[in-house]
């Protein structure tokens, strides 16, 4: 955090009436009871959105800039080492202790009182995070060892390199959930979503010089000599500066709100007994989940070391990652947006101890969310293949095969990982770090047990595809223990009841909306491109008649099941025509 020239604070911007803006605390308890969330969900999906077809324009160049196997292994693992590590070292930590600090700090302590203490709190988690930057780009080698040791050994010292390149978006990723954490608890919730946009927007950029100056790469791409100074600077330098500037965007709403960012380093009484053990657990919950994220990366590894010795496809990390692209979109277009809308204001009911009031927005989080995540689920399995082609049409025929059977695997479990996320929410806003903790562990336990199965007794082409099958069930069980874990803390025991019924509507209709897809791609269509192996266009085609046929359907099965949102909305739409009526 830098100092600001004049320690003088800014005016407050005034609102749409001219009035000024009141001071940080009162915003957060005025935000808590008057912000239209749904509003503000709308807002952080569609930067969602924008952001995640920009990361799918970015995927298809990176396919077509190194392939999908070998070197696009080798830059995979590097690139998704700062994600992985941060979340590890920060990224539950900051989740779990930034918001409920912030929102309680805030109101606790009106004006400028609460602004410097929030500042004290930012300047050091700053410098922790630079720290611990630091130190990961130190250890590199290591790193790179554990998490993909068993690459070729000419791969592995390019992921070594790679990686010295990429690790530094670790203190970015944290400034920019430190930035994000403050807007989202001053009730700011668009600039967190959107400020992706520009980290896709440089990457494009970048792999755009890179293909108009290296050409494109051969879908089995091994050959690492090509590989000098400027191509490595060109393609993981464009990623990290992609990230530090969706970083640094986030400062210009900061001001905007009134919010003086500067440099504090009075750190006492801030309250670190209480948020130590909070953060203890915190860690915990994070190491168990990177544990997974460490055995899928090293048995991906493992099978590309074997398939480049054999000279041999085998699913390995790129794949996984590939699937991970499209498999992510429903949690973070509309259950972190959702959650996250809903987040300041359950911190806020908890630190009151208003259960009743965190168990309606835990209900109604979840109902919300659930609502359009299972049928995405839907469409990411009827459509999996066409996805494939669609999102990376450079993979041929086997890998696209591959591709689409990670994602069937691991979109099984969305409508569970709807309810987990918003479970993480919930006892992050009761500083209940602990229950997250024994939530997360079914995540490397069954992944751990499948991998080490999957090494000993199958062919390395089932190593991947063996493996993934511990997330979905991991996301159930966790999904279970972590309401359990919620009862305990006075949650209506009602809440789950309701939320089955909600989920067996919402399932079936999706069910029901996709066999005619289903039914269709299974017909033989001579000559129509419906193979496997078929082109961007094709793909891109299919996937429009999946959505064609499954969102109406949809709509029409829920309402007829009797879902309570979309009832309501039918009835306002048909309210509407009545109300102008009346109005001539």
């Given at each position: 955090m830098?100092?600001?020239?004049?320690?003088?604070?800014?005016?407050?911007?005034?609102?749409?009436?001219?009035?000024?803006?009141?001071?940080?605390?009162?915003?957060?308890?005025?935000?808590?009871?008057?912000?239209?969330?749904?509003?503000?969900?709308?807002?952080?999906?569609?930067?969602?959105?924008?952001?995640?077809?920009?990361?799918?324009?970015?995927?298809?160049?990176?396919?077509?800039?190194?392939?999908?196997?070998?070197?696009?292994?080798?830059?995979?693992t590097a690139n998704t080492l700062p994600n992985t590590l941060y979340n590890l070292l920060a990224g539950g930590i900051l989740n779990a202790i930034l918001v409920p600090t912030i929102v309680r700090t805030l109101s606790q302590n009106k004006g400028h009182e609460?602004?410097?203490?929030?500042?004290?709190?930012?300047?050091?988690?700053?410098?922790?995070?630079?720290?611990?930057?630091?130190?990961?780009?130190?250890?590199?080698?290591?790193?790179?060892?554990?998490?993909?040791?068993?690459?070729?050994?000419q791969l592995f010292s390019l992921t070594v390199i790679f990686a010295l390149w990429c690790l530094p978006q670790i203190f970015f990723y944290g400034v920019y959930a430190l930035l994000g954490q403050v807007l989202n608890s001053l009730s700011s919730f668009g600039p967190y979503m959107w400020a992706p946009v520009v980290n896709n927007l440089v990457g494009i950029a970048g792999l755009g010089v890179f293909l108009f100056l290296y050409g494109t790469a051969p879908a089995h791409n091994f050959d690492v000599s090509a590989w000098d100074t400027s191509r490595i600077v060109l393609l993981a330098g464009s990623m990290t500066l992609g990230i530090a500037l969706q970083?640094?965007?986030?400062?210009?709403?900061?001001?905007?709100?009134?919010?003086?960012?500067?440099?504090?380093?009075?750190?006492?009484?801030?309250?670190?007994?209480?948020?130590?053990?909070?953060?203890?657990?915190?860690?915990?919950?994070?190491?168990?989940?990177s544990v997974m994220t460490l055995i899928v990366t090293r048995i991906g590894s493992e099978a590309n070391g074997v398939g480049q010795a054999a000279n041999q496809f085998y699913p390995a990390t790129s794949i996984y990652g590939y699937a991970t692209m499209l498999y992510i979109l429903p949690q973070s277009l509309v259950t972190i947006s959702?959650?996250?809308a809903f987040f300041?204001?359950?911190?806020?009911?908890?630190?009151?101890?208003?259960?009743?009031?965190?168990?309606?927005?835990?209900?109604?989080?979840?109902?919300?969310?659930?609502?359009?995540?299972?049928?995405?689920?839907?469409?990411?399995?009827?459509?999996?293949?066409?996805?494939?082609?669609?999102?990376?049409?450079?993979?041929?025929?086997?890998?696209?095969?591959?591709?689409?059977?990670?994602?069937?695997?691991?979109?099984?479990?969305?409508?569970?990982?709807?309810?987990?996320?918003?479970?993480?929410?919930?006892?992050?806003?009761?500083?209940?770090?602990?229950?997250?903790?024994?939530?997360?562990?079914?995540?490397?336990?069954?992944?751990?047990?499948?991998?080490?199965?999957a090494y000993l007794a199958l062919s390395p082409e089932w190593w991947l595809e063996v493996t993934v099958i511990g997330e979905p069930l991991a996301q159930f069980l966790a999904a279970w223990w972590g309401f359990r874990m919620l009862r305990r803390h006075g949650l209506d025991s009602k809440v789950l009841h309701q939320i089955a019924e909600h989920y067996w509507r919402c399932v079936a209709a999706t069910v029901l909306a996709g066999l005619p897809a289903t039914?269709?791609?299974?017909?033989?269509?001579?000559?129509?491109?419906?193979?496997?192996?078929?082109?961007?266009t094709s793909g891109l085609g299919r996937c429009l008649v999946v959505g064609l046929i499954m969102v109406p359907l949809y709509i029409l099965f829920t309402w007829i099941f009797g879902v309570h949102e979309v009832r309501r909305v039918a009835a306002t739409k048909s309210r509407e025509p009545r109300a102008k009526r009346r109005r001539r």
């Open positions: 830098s100092d600001t020239k004049d320690s003088k604070p800014q005016m407050a911007p005034r609102d749409q009436e001219g009035e000024a803006a009141t001071d940080p605390g009162t915003q957060v308890a005025a935000g808590v009871e008057s912000t239209n969330r749904g509003k503000s969900s709308v807002i952080m999906a569609a930067g969602t959105l924008v952001s995640r077809i920009l990361g799918f324009v970015r995927q298809w160049l990176l396919v077509a800039a190194i392939g999908g196997y070998g070197i696009a292994d080798a830059f995979n609460g602004t410097d203490r929030v500042n004290a709190l930012l300047t050091l988690t700053a410098i922790i995070l630079l720290g611990l930057t630091v130190l990961t780009v130190a250890l590199a080698w290591p790193i790179v060892l554990l998490f993909g040791g068993g690459m070729h050994p970083a640094l965007i986030l400062v210009f709403p900061l001001q905007h709100l009134g919010f003086q960012l500067r440099a504090n380093f009075h750190w006492r009484g801030l309250g670190f007994r209480r948020t130590g053990r909070v953060a203890a657990w915190a860690f915990a919950g994070l190491l168990a989940n959702v959650s996250t300041t204001a359950m911190a806020f009911h908890a630190t009151q101890g208003d259960f009743a009031a965190l168990s309606a927005d835990y209900l109604q989080a979840v109902r919300l969310s659930s609502l359009f995540t299972i049928p995405l689920a839907g469409m990411l399995i009827v459509g999996a293949l066409p996805l494939a082609n669609f999102t990376a049409s450079a993979l041929p025929p086997d890998q696209a095969r591959a591709m689409a059977v990670v994602l069937v695997t691991i979109s099984l479990g969305i409508p569970a990982q709807t309810i987990f996320v918003t479970n993480t929410r919930v006892l992050y806003s009761l500083e209940d770090t602990r229950a997250q903790f024994l939530s997360t562990l079914p995540f490397p336990l069954l992944t751990g047990c499948l991998a080490v199965f039914v269709l791609f299974a017909l033989p269509v001579p000559g129509a491109g419906w193979s496997i192996g078929a082109t961007f």
